[in-house]
Antibody
Framework: QVQLVESGGGVVQPGRSLRLSCAAS????????MHWVRQAPGKGLEWVAI????????AYADSVKGRFTVSRDNSKNTLYLQVNSLGAEDTAVYYCARDFETGKYCDYWGQGTLVTVSS | EVVLTQSPATLSLSPGERATLSCRASQSVSSCLAWYQQKPGQAPRLLIY???KRATGIPARFSGSGSGTDFTLTISSLEPEDFAVYYC????????FGPGTKVDIK
């Protein structure tokens, strides 16, 4: 069965960085695009980034462009999100999700990893 | 940016009742719209995509309709496990989500 397991979240000071990971199993990772979506505590969902199956296509929400970098290692079945220059507005649960219908939707989601930006 | 508006914010119903949730887009998104269900402490679950297609394993009591700017998610007869928050999401212009509709027990 499809499994996505995020890790790397935690409490971080404003301006610092983190690298989030998402370990995938149960499907051929290298043939699927992947997404990052975040959810601030008690709030709605916000799309963060998408990466194509081979890493050649990447796109970001305006709110994170220039600060976040999505990447993947298909040999390790792992997706990454490098998050830099963190601010309080980046506090959220970060979900990785598998692409469905060529970039349009997400059909499987991980359980999320919480990033808390606080001094 | 396409802004999605969902109504009502909260829908209080009893098991067995019909639920009708609305999602309106600030500009046409054609049929590029999905609905997700999210329960507390869980990740979202894809229910409907392309406005009206049920995702794999989704019960037939869930149905979607609409195109352009106005969309509806209908749950024909609420089961206890259907009480949750429902989000719409458009894929016509980047990807944005609506603010959600909470379906709670009356």
């Amino acid at each position: 069965q499809v499994q996505l397991v995020e890790s790397g979240g935690g409490v971080v000071q404003p301006g610092r960085s983190l690298r989030l990971s998402c370990a995938a199993s149960g499907f051929t990772f290298s043939t699927y695009g992947m997404h990052w979506v975040r959810q601030a505590p008690g709030k709605g969902l916000e799309w963060v980034a998408i990466i194509g199956h081979d890493g050649s296509y990447k796109a970001y929400a305006d709110s994170v462009k220039g600060r976040f970098t999505v990447s993947r290692d298909n040999s390790k079945n792992t997706l990454y999100l490098q998050v830099n220059s963190l601010g309080a507005e980046d506090t959220a649960v970060y979900y990785c999700a598998r692409d469905f219908e060529t970039g349009k939707y997400c059909d499987y989601w991980g359980q999320g990893t919480l990033v808390t930006v606080s001094s | 940016e396409v802004v999605l508006t969902q109504s009502p914010a909260t829908l209080s119903l009893s098991p067995g009742e019909r639920a009708t949730l609305s999602c309106r887009a600030s500009q046409s998104v054609s049929s590029c719209l999905a609905w997700y269900q999210q329960k507390p402490g869980q990740a979202p679950r894809l229910l409907i995509y392309d406005a009206s297609k049920r995702a794999t394993g989704i019960p037939a009591r869930f149905s979607g309709s609409g195109s352009g700017t106005d969309f509806t998610l209908t749950i024909s007869s609420l089961e206890p496990e259907d009480f949750a928050v429902y989000y719409c999401q458009q894929c016509s212009n980047w990807r944005t989500f609506g603010p959600g509709t909470k379906v709670d027990i009356k």
